[in-house]
DNA sequence: CAGCGATAGTTCCTCGAAGGAACCCTCTGA
DNA sequence: TCAGAGGGTTCCTTCGAGGAACTATCGCTG
């Protein structure tokens, strides 16, 4: 996709980036979502071009993010269904909304609510620590080698 | 950077792609975010092409993300500071961390490990609703139009 | 059974962005 | 006065994005 290859890299931020680094496939991902789930439909609706759109739906399927569901035999028909990997990668869209509505939403406010169906309130998404429950940014952070660090 | 506008979109996802949609922003905020903020260290570090990092910094410069701050008149000397937006979006790298951590880092296990400094422990992000504090995954939400929807 | 439309791509062309190497300028310290 | 670091800029090549046109299969309708 790029010529770079970030997915090789000792770091979760560049390995992430080699399967949504470029700005479709978040959409493409927000859009199967939301119910759109065929190549035509998401062309329409995000007006990419179709050769691109058949190359980020091939990467997505390869990174089992996405997969390709036929749902006719005759004729042949696809759909593109979330996988378990990516409907985690939602939760980070859900987090990029968050700093969308924040930062660059303007005066016109948000474009889109989302109601938290277990409280039934309209809220956006906290980062939250996982042993302690407090809210975890990351300058509460301190950074440790792990065991896949490259060798030191 | 791409060809495509996606800032002017009445998507969240797509104005925050718009700002970092290319796998260099991330990688340079992580580096500003852990101390690296000088452009030949970030240079070294990162392998990046320096044409390609002037660019970066510079977009993210204008995107109030970063800002360029002299530390030295005489030789002039800059580095380069997140801003409040800066800082928020290293929330979403934690997410990505996470999601990268999860899915990508194989046998190996995380390169990096965080600490949460008020409680002490190694832990991860995870995402809690803003109002009721449970967690709060994509697949918990029910999608409404807000205020900055595209008139329908 | 001819023609049309929907679905799902593929091909071709152009232009801009990525990567890399080389170059430039300023200031400092030996 | 010359090497070296900091911080870029310029130039060249190649690859990917965008867009338009083309293909192929099947179902429906007249």
Do not use: N
């Not at 035509?40 to 739906?57: A, D, F, H, M």
Request: with cysteine.
């Amino acid at each position: 996709m790029q010529r770079t290859d970030f997915s090789q890299m000792a770091c979760s931020i560049a390995r992430t980036m080699d399967v949504i680094g470029e700005p479709w496939s978040p959409l493409i991902l927000r859009d199967v979502y939301v119910g759109i789930t065929r190549f035509e439909e998401l062309q329409r609706e995000l007006g990419i071009s179709r050769k691109v759109l058949t190359e980020r739906l091939k990467w997505l399927v390869e990174a089992e993010v996405l997969e390709r569901h036929r749902y006719s035999e005759h004729p042949p028909r696809h759909e593109y269904r979330l996988t378990d990997r990516g409907r985690e990668l939602c939760d980070l869209l859900t987090v990029m909304v968050r700093w969308g509505d924040r930062w660059l939403a303007g005066e016109a406010g948000p474009p889109v609510l989302y109601r938290h169906r277990a409280c039934g309130e309209i809220a956006h998404v906290a980062p939250c620590c996982s042993v302690c429950g407090e809210p975890m940014h990351s300058t509460d952070l301190d950074v440790e080698p792990g065991p896949g660090a490259a060798a030191g």
